[in-house]
């Protein structure tokens, strides 16, 4: 159904891009914005920046650096080695605290001066790295925060978050997309865009779901 306005975090990954193109499904105009907090791969800011030209949708990019200096993490901390899995106890160390908290929440003060109602976020509580900012139960408790701040009824869009890898690779095939996100985002830890190094965390869950989506397509 067409709505007017949405605005997408948007980061150039997989799961932001499938994202961007279900709202330009779903919502008339279109915006994105993206974040630079200090993340050691920044190309991923420019291949956005691609991807929205592309989709034809505005896009802005915010500089925020205190984001990734507030507490360590090997995104942003280069002499932090990354943790090659999920640890048995405790979150991974490419978790940065904070960051969904804070992109929703600068996204929502840019949405209201804009006069759009509608975020969308890529996270999932389905096919995640144990990132506690990326339940549904955090979205939720975030919306309302957010209305009540900024006395605003936002609604936050998460598309994602209750499919797993194979069918993010589904709905992209769906809207169309499947290329454009295979070898135009940037999803890998490495900085490698496309199907990434194929060996950090982000890399096995987005190629693991990548396979399973292809097998299912061939078998069907």
Known sequence: MIDDKALVVF???????????WAKQEFKDVYAVSFRYGQKHEKEVELAREIA??????FEVMDIPLVGQLGRN???????????AVPAS????T???GRNMFFLSIAAVYARERGIRHLVTGVSQTDYSGYPDCRDAFVKSLNVTLNLAMDYQFVIHTPLMWIDKAQTWELADKLGVFDLVR??????YNG???????????C???????????ASKKNA
């Not at 490698?192 to 194929?198: A, E, N, T």
Request: hydrophobic share 25%; net charge negative.
């Open 11 to 21: 980061s150039g990954g997989q799961d932001s891009t499938t994202c961007l193109f």
């Open 53 to 58: 030209k592309t989709a034809g949708v505005h």
């Open 74 to 84: 090997s995104l942003t901390d280069a002499t932090i080695e990354m943790d090659q």
């Open 90 to 93: 405790g979150l991974p160390n």
């Open 95 to 97: 978790f940065v605290p």
């Open 183 to 188: 070898y135009k985002t940037l999803t890998c």
């Open 192 to 202: 490698i865009q496309g199907d990434g190094c194929g060996h950090c965390p982000s």
């Open 204 to 214: 096995l869950l987005r190629n693991e779901g990548l396979h399973k989506y292809l």
